[in-house]
């Protein structure tokens, strides 16, 4: 596996960077949901009821035509799963609505791709697949913003114990499944200071 954090050795590479992250909850949720489709795709199923037994399904010819990164956006009456009244760990000012934001109908769509049917995500099958386990998400913004889209995805069946919380990682236990998430800061990300060898 490649490493996640990539180190530039190009001293104009040196630069300062600014941006501006608003709504970003929605665009966090999109990524998680492609990034979990393509798990449905895989031999690693958490999508279904939890009361229906662990099953492989055959390999089937409408499967092989199945493109997961080839589709169309359609309304989804159901969303959203979540909001911030919903998951305490979305930031205030990620609040579309309390900021101007006149209702909820942007984030009412769901990715359908050409020749198959995503099925929809179920945090208990989900939990019960990762019991004794850890999933880490390593980086600055975008990775806090999949580790808050998986815990808010998850709060319908479990809520987290927060724990070690640092400057450069966050830790949330679920006790019950022994399933930790994590989020881990590192310093080339987060580090405003400019390089003693960049000029001004």
Known sequence: MRSLIHISKNPSACKKHYSSSRCVVVPAAVSLSLFLAALAASNVYYFTSPNQPFTFPRPSSSRARCDIFSGDWVPDPDAPYYTNDTCSVIHEHYDCIKY?????????????????????????????????????????????????????LLARAAEPKPSWPSSKQTVYYYGEYNFTVLLQKPTIVTNPRPRKSCTR
């Open 100 to 152: 101007g934001k006149p209702d909820l109908g942007f984030v009412k769509w769901r990715w359908q791709p050409d020749g198959c049917d995503l099925p929809r995500f179920d945090p208990w099958r989900f939990l019960h697949r990762m019991r004794g386990k850890s999933l880490a998400f390593v980086g600055d913004s975008l990775a806090r913003n999949h580790k808050d889209s998986i815990i808010c």
